[in-house]
């Protein structure tokens, strides 16, 4: 794995456990690695994460300003808006 692979493994933790410990954040997200049909079943998630209450239906990747392209071919204008992108510089 590359650097800024593991860095953006780092990063997608980090924000799931800035998630868990805010109420408010935890109305909105679930980090997709916490879902147990995906853990169980083996299957890879839908994103990063997956809204809840008032975004209900979106999936949020989070990834390096470079990879926005790569993950949002990987959806192939199949959910169009539904797919949020939220983007970190990797330092260099």
Known sequence: MSPEAVFGKVVERELAKDVAKSSDA????????????????????????????R?????????SIGGVAEHAARWNGQLGELVHMATYTYPL
Do not use: C, H, N, Y
């Open 55 to 63: 975004a209900q239906g979106d999936l949020f990747e989070i990834t």
């Open 26 to 53: 935890r109305a909105l997200f679930v980090w997709t690695r916490d879902m147990d049909a995906f853990a169980k079943g083996g299957r890879s998630s839908p994103g990063d994460f997956v809204g809840t209450g």
